[in-house]
């Protein structure tokens, strides 16, 4: 078929005009749905309370498998690596990963003590930041891990009991380090044992000043805002295991705490919704 020159330039214009509008016409932004999950943090006295047995370990597993809505991500202290594979190997099937970091001594099974970050689904990377230790105590670590797809940080941690200036130079690190996550413009959260009671001082660096009491951090507790309380979390009545989120990235939904038979500390469960 024979097309008239005139027809040509038309056709050639009005592709133009096309591209050009597509080309000037406003980006629509991506918004991101909010994404709303829930953490268990526990200390689970893998070795004092349970002698590097196995028992405590299939606790942890049953409890995130029992869950009718699964957690994402659980944070661990004082279990031993023995204990780590056996929560890895009950929770493989179901999508989950386990890192966990050495910090000290072995376990009575023989295995190393420390820390642990459990997260569902793929992550970006993960990193171990050692914590200060001017009292020359027990070394004590920070993992956190960027989980894929919804990209924010999930950190665990154990903090020192000693009031010799150590427990206070763990969180100040603690504190700065997810300081930095939010310069980067990462949300981030971390949980675990702070050894420390809502009301010390050494807690002003993680509670949002609107907690007030001193407090000066960029964080809300997962009982909510604002107030520096919460049930007990561990044996003998005290209230030390905390999770903290970066308050500009999340927003506190709930936390329960569950006493158990297996550890000397409850487990820490909280909601919190990334938006």
């Known amino acids: 078929m024979r097309v008239r020159p005139?027809?040509?330039?038309?056709?050639?214009?009005?592709?133009?005009?096309?591209?050009?509008?597509?080309l000037t016409a406003p980006a629509t932004a991506v918004?991101?749905?909010?994404?709303?999950?829930?953490?268990?943090?526990?200390?689970?006295?893998?070795?004092?309370?349970?002698?590097?047995?196995?028992?405590?370990?299939?606790?942890?597993?049953?409890?995130?498998?029992?869950?009718?809505?699964?957690?994402r991500t659980a944070t661990l202290q004082e279990i031993c690596a023995g204990q780590a594979d056996r929560i890895r190997n009950r929770l493989a099937a179901a999508d989950y990963r386990v890192i966990h970091v050495p910090t000290a001594h072995h376990c009575d099974d023989g295995s190393a003590y420390g820390i642990a970050l459990v997260h569902r689904g793929d992550r970006d990377w993960y990193k171990v930041h050692d914590l200060p230790n001017p009292g020359?105590?027990?070394?004590?670590?920070?993992?956190c891990a960027m989980l894929s797809n919804q990209?924010?940080?999930?950190?665990?941690?154990?903090?020192?009991?000693?009031?010799?200036?150590?427990r206070g130079a763990q969180?100040?690190?603690?504190?700065?380090?997810?300081?930095?996550?939010?310069?980067?413009?990462?949300?981030?959260?971390?949980?675990?044992?702070?050894?420390?009671e809502p009301t010390d001082d050494a807690m002003d660096d993680m509670y949002r000043p609107a907690y007030g009491g001193g407090a000066?951090?960029?964080?809300?507790?997962?009982?909510?805002?604002?107030?520096r309380s919460g049930p007990a979390t561990?044996?003998?009545?005290r209230t030390i295991d905390?999770?903290?989120?970066?308050?500009?990235?999340?927003?506190?939904?709930?936390?329960?705490?569950?006493?158990?038979?297996?550890?000397?500390?409850?487990?820490?469960?909280?909601?919190?919704?990334?938006?």
């Open 31 to 71: 918004v991101a749905e909010p994404y709303t999950f829930l953490n268990l943090s526990f200390n689970v006295c893998g070795n004092k309370c349970n002698n590097g047995t196995l028992g405590v370990a299939d606790h942890v597993a049953n409890s995130i498998l029992d869950r009718p809505t699964r957690p």
């Open 136 to 143: 020359n105590h027990e070394p004590r670590k920070m993992v």
């Open 171 to 196: 969180v100040r690190r603690v504190a700065a380090i997810m300081g930095d996550y939010a310069t980067a413009g990462h949300p981030a959260f971390v949980a675990g044992d702070f050894n420390a």
């Open 151 to 166: 990209r924010f940080i999930a950190c665990s941690t154990h903090i020192d009991f000693h009031g010799d200036g150590t």
């Open 6 to 22: 005139g027809r040509v330039v038309a056709i050639v214009l009005a592709v133009g005009a096309a591209l050009s509008t597509l």
């Open 234 to 237: 561990a044996d003998g009545g």
């Open 242 to 275: 905390f999770t903290f989120m970066r308050a500009a990235s999340f927003t506190a939904n709930w936390s329960d705490v569950a006493p158990t038979t297996v550890s000397d500390h409850h487990k820490l469960w909280a909601s919190m919704t990334l938006s």
């Open 216 to 227: 000066t951090g960029i964080h809300t507790e997962g009982n909510g805002c604002c107030q």
